[in-house]
C-alpha cells in the first residue's frame, strides 16, 4: 500500500514538472511575441 502510494506521488510530481516545464515555455513564447510586437511599433 504504501509502495503504491509512494510511486503515485512520484508520478504527480513528475506530471507536474512535466506540465511546470510547458506552461514556462509557453509563458516565454509570449514574453518573446510582446517585445517582438513592441520593437515594431
Known sequence: MIRI???N???CKME???LHKKNTNYL???KVG???TR???
Open 5 to 7: 502510494v509512494n510511486t
Open 9 to 11: 506521488i512520484v508520478n
Open 16 to 18: 507536474f514538472a512535466f
Open 28 to 30: 516565454i513564447n509570449i
Open 34 to 36: 510582446i517585445l517582438f
Open 39 to 41: 520593437s515594431e511599433n
